[in-house]
């Protein structure tokens, strides 16, 4: 059976590992079968091999996928159901592995595939936005306008925020921030952002801001400049263990409240996010740009990484 290891800074490989069992006395397990993932920015902790902080292992790093239930000891599937599953730790770059079976929901039939396994990233973002007091008829800045910042600008979209401006480097990734909900997009790498949103907002500056940017690059005081007085700042990037140059002193005197955001839920989360896009509320089709087998994981890594032909959304097929 294969397994991916990062077994140097951005360099991954397939390599054979021992094929898992359940043991005799789980009770509440699923041996799962990958069919179709996709990689996420948190992925990329791993995949630049970050040993202090992110220390990769066989296994990782992969957490956002659908397969099927090859085998259970538990009552809440049966062998073949088709499940979202989402691994402990990334540990999800396996062709078989176990997991308890609370780490997996029942794939909806309505949507496509690709669609399906968009629930696991859209359910971190409901879950982040629960957290916020008001959103209906917010100004709303999301930094970063990678696959979750898209996602941010679709729910955003639905909950009613007045304004959503999306803010990036990349002026190809803006021009997918209006098909996902975007009123404004703002070039960073042409604009000043704080200047962009005070002509926007009549000087007003954003109710709520959204960093979506995570551990590569530290946008926080940028974040700081674009929230209003009293306003909520959602700080959703995985950050590093330390980051050097906050400016406290500034969100202090501004009242600003910060929120973090880790862990959702697969009783109310997870299943939401998998309703919604069934239902249609959300398209997320526009963020789906590339496949590539699982015997070209680095190509895949590659791509993603390095945001190559407009990479947002790159899957990876598992064999059948």
């Known amino acids: 059976m294969l397994a991916g290891e990062i077994y140097a800074p951005q360099k991954i ?9 359940l043991a005799g006395d789980s009770i ?27 220390p ?13 239930v090859v085998q259970t000891s538990g009552a809440k599937f049966c062998e073949g159901d088709r499940v979202l599953c989402v691994p402990v730790e990334h540990f999800g770059l396996w ?7 609370n780490n997996a929901i029942l794939v909806d039939p309505r949507p496509s595939d690709v669609e399906a396994v968009m629930a ?15 959103v209906f008829d917010a100004d709303v800045a999301v930094v970063g306008q990678g696959p979750m910042g898209q996602l941010f600008n679709a729910v955003l979209r639905n909950l009613g925020a007045r304004r959503i401006i999306a803010i990036d480097l990349d002026p190809t990734r803006l021009e997918v921030s209006s098909q996902m909900g975007a009123n404004h997009t703002v070039d960073a790498g042409a604009n000043d952002p704080v200047d962009a949103v005070a002509q926007i907002t009549g000087g007003a500056m954003c109710d709520l801001v959204v960093e979506a940017v995570g551990h590569r690059e530290q946008v926080l005081n940028l974040c700081s400049d674009l929230c209003r007085k009293a306003g909520d700042l959602l700080f959703f990037g995985v950050p590093p263990a330390v980051v050097d140059g906050i400016e406290l002193k500034k969100l202090f ?16 989360d997870f299943p939401l996010a998998m309703r919604w896009i069934a239902e249609r509320r959300v398209d ?13 994981i680095q190509i895949a890594f590659d791509t993603f990484f ?6 947002l959304k790159v899957f990876v097929e598992f064999p059948k």
């Open 120 to 134: 696991q990233p859209l359910a971190t973002v409901l879950f982040a936005l629960k957290k916020i007091p008001q």
């Open 13 to 21: 490989r397939l390599v054979d590992t021992e094929e898992p069992a």
């Open 306 to 311: 390095q945001h190559r032909d407009g990479a």
């Open 56 to 68: 990769p292992r066989i296994g990782q790093s992969l957490h956002e996928m659908i397969g099927r």
């Open 95 to 101: 062709e078989r592995f176990r997991v308890t079976e």
């Open 284 to 296: 997320v089709n526009p963020i789906v740009t590339h496949h590539f087998a699982l015997d070209e």
């Open 28 to 54: 509440g397990e699923i041996l799962f079968q990958p069919e179709l993932a996709c990689l996420c920015g948190s992925d990329l902790t791993y995949f630049q091999n970050s040993y202090e902080e992110f």
């Open 253 to 268: 005197w501004k009242n600003i409240a910060i929120y973090t955001s880790v862990g959702p839920s697969f009783e109310r």
